[in-house]
Structure formats: C-alpha cells, structure tokens
C-alpha cells in the first residue's frame, strides 16, 4: 500500500524547488538578452574585508564604457580571497562584463553568468528526476 501523503508531499516539494530554480534562471536569461555587454579593465586592486568576518581579500576597481559612450569607474563585487592568484589582480586585465543599462553598478563578469546559467540548468535536473519519478512511482 503506497503512502500518498509522502508522495504528494514530495512531489510539491520538488515541483516548488524546479519553480525557484527556473525563476533564477529566467531572472539571470533577461538580464543577460538586456544587459550591456563591454570590456573592462582593471585599474587598481584594494584590499577588503568580506563582513563582520576576518576575511581579508582584494576587490578590484574596474574601468568601462558604458551604453552611452562615458568611460566608468567602479568598485567591483568580484571578492577575491588573498591567497589566490587570479588574473582580475592584475592592473590592465581585460575580461568581458555585462550590466544592467540602468544601474552600472549591478554588472557581472559574462563568462560567470554564463556558467551560472548552465550550473542551474544541470541542478535542476535532479529535482526533474526525482518529480518524474514520483509521479510515474502513483500508478505504477
């Protein structure tokens, strides 16, 4: 005799978690078709502590132009712990970003958000499989 209650409660938790996932796909897909894509430059590297915490790294201040042809500078998210050796603490590394038109300071680098993407999409097959299987798992 097969417990229904658990089957339906799992298969709401599963159906919620593939409906979170996909919103932050479809959130990250829109900003990605509307964002502006350019090349920045990194032209100074400070030190920076992440929150109340002793964590001490580098965040780099990067250089753009933006949709509106000005050049910009801003103070990236892009933390970087202090014992790792990555080429965005380099002063005049390029790499390609992507921000908002509107808000500068919301900007991501495009290869990051790219891989964010396909990250979720393959995560989101774990709880599709488990939801398929519950559901076959009903009438069998």
């Known amino acids: 005799m097969t417990n229904y209650p658990v089957y339906l409660g799992l298969m709401a938790a599963m159906a919620t978690i593939l409906y979170l996932i996909f919103k932050f796909i479809r959130k990250k897909l829109i900003f990605l078709k509307n964002g502006f894509r350019t090349k920045a430059t990194v032209i100074e590297v400070i030190q920076h502590q992440a929150g109340r915490m ?16 000005q050049m910009m500078v801003v103070k990236t998210d892009f933390f970087l712990e202090r014992f790792v050796t990555n ?28 891989g ?25």
């Open 54 to 69: 002793t964590e001490f790294g580098y965040v780099p201040i990067v250089k753009f132009k933006s949709s509106n042809g």
């Open 87 to 114: 080429p965005k603490l380099e002063v005049g590394y390029e790499f390609d970003i992507i921000y908002e038109r509107n808000d500068v300071k919301n900007l991501m680098e495009y290869s990051t958000l790219k």
């Open 116 to 140: 964010v993407v396909i990250t979720y999409c393959v995560v989101a097959l774990f709880p599709g499989v488990i939801f398929l299987g519950l559901l076959v798992g009903l009438f069998f």
